[in-house]
């Protein structure tokens, strides 16, 4: 038996608890279900595949819903998981103990997991991945924050991570209408804590990515310039997130020559192959079109990425299209070539040898 409880909260998820039940289901942890108030099938199907199914009324405090499930853990390690992600893995169930136990051994640290987020789109199909702390002994960890809850250690102090070799799939990740109303009800619950804790850059950053998913990159820029004002690790995820993002939104309000900006804090984040690949999207943007290049080519010899294609076919793409349009055709070709079924850089293939260039 597997020492772990995993615990799940949930409102209105009859399109995705299933399946995340359906592959949970495999192992031999315990599954606990805590119910929000959901006015359609989810109860009905989570007890399909577990007895231990709980209520809890809704009361804007994501933590007090998670901590509550909790507490109906029988089993010291928690695993917390949302509706909408599905484990990946098809470890057999000797395999999946082997895989966990020497995460047995860190009861005072809490673990990461590996959530892959799709990305849809018309032109091309792409994933992000981040890692998020959601395993921990119960007896040393509880959950802090109303919305974007953290774990945070009983004794108090700063948190100590390992990374937990279980990956997850995002499913409602991909839904852009279901991504923006939980923005905004998130953005109502972020606006209420940074009232009740202003001094949080965490706080900032979330509420910087939901507007940043509403649209509203304008109001994004305010908020991560809020959240990038104190003093901030730049090692941790989270702020790097946070000023790429900050740098997106710029990009969004055309304001190109404040993003240079940039320049300044290149030395601190330029090991992550997302950054140098935005800092050629803002050289391109300021038509500093040899620092553009320059940027998209070190960003193919960049390993730790995010996200999908930036240290590889979509940098290529870039660096492709400044050729083109400077009306170097071989050249461009060369780069569309590296970028594999990428349907833009297809295009831009045929384009060229509509040309008759070879």
Request: charged content about 20%; proline content about 4%; aromatic content about 14%.
């Amino acid at each position: 038996m597997l020492p772990v409880s995993v615990c799940i909260i949930t409102k209105n998820e009859e399109q995705y608890i299933g399946t995340c039940l359906e592959k949970l289901s495999r192992y031999d942890w315990e599954i606990i279900v805590t119910d929000t108030g959901s006015t359609d099938r989810t109860v009905e199907i989570a007890k399909r595949y577990t007895p231990n199914v709980f209520h809890f009324p809704w009361i804007n405090d994501f933590s007090a819903a998670r901590n509550y499930c909790i507490s109906k853990a029988s089993r010291c390690w928690i695993l917390n998981v949302d509706c909408d992600e599905y484990l990946t893995c098809s470890d057999t169930p000797q395999e999946m103990k082997r895989r966990l136990s020497p995460c047995f051994q860190l009861p005072q640290q809490a673990g990461m997991i590996e959530i892959i987020n799709p990305h849809a789109s018309s032109i091309n199909d792409t994933v992000s991945v981040e890692h998020i702390a959601r395993f921990f002994h119960k007896d040393y960890y509880t959950y802090q924050g109303t919305v974007h809850e953290q774990p945070a250690p009983i004794a108090g102090g700063p948190v100590s991570y390992f990374s937990l070799p279980l990956s997850f799939y995002h499913a409602g990740y991909s839904d852009e209408a279901v991504l923006k109303k939980k923005a905004a009800r998130n953005i109502q619950l972020l606006e209420q804590a940074i009232l009740n804790n202003d001094k949080d850059p965490y706080l900032y950053y979330q509420l910087g990515q939901s507007h940043f998913v509403t649209g509203d990159a304008r109001k994004a820029c305010d908020a991560f310039e809020q959240g990038l004002s104190f003093e901030v690790d730049p090692n941790l995820q989270y702020v790097r997130t946070m000023v790429e993002s900050y740098g997106y939104s710029l990009l969004q309000l055309k304001k190109y020559e404040q993003a240079l900006q940039f320049e300044g804090i290149y030395e601190t984040f330029c090991s992550h192959a997302d950054f140098v690949f935005l800092m050629g999207l803002i050289y391109m943007n300021n038509a500093m079109f040899d620092e553009a290049i320059a940027q998209f080519l070190h960003a193919t010899d960049v390993p730790d990425h995010s996200v999908d294609g930036v240290n590889s076919y979509l940098a290529y793409y870039n660096a492709g299209v400044i050729y083109e349009c400077a009306g170097m055709a071989e050249e461009a070709l060369g780069f569309y070539e590296k970028c594999g079924e990428y349907q833009p850089a297809l295009e831009g293939m045929a384009r060229l040898r509509k040309g008759n260039v070879t």
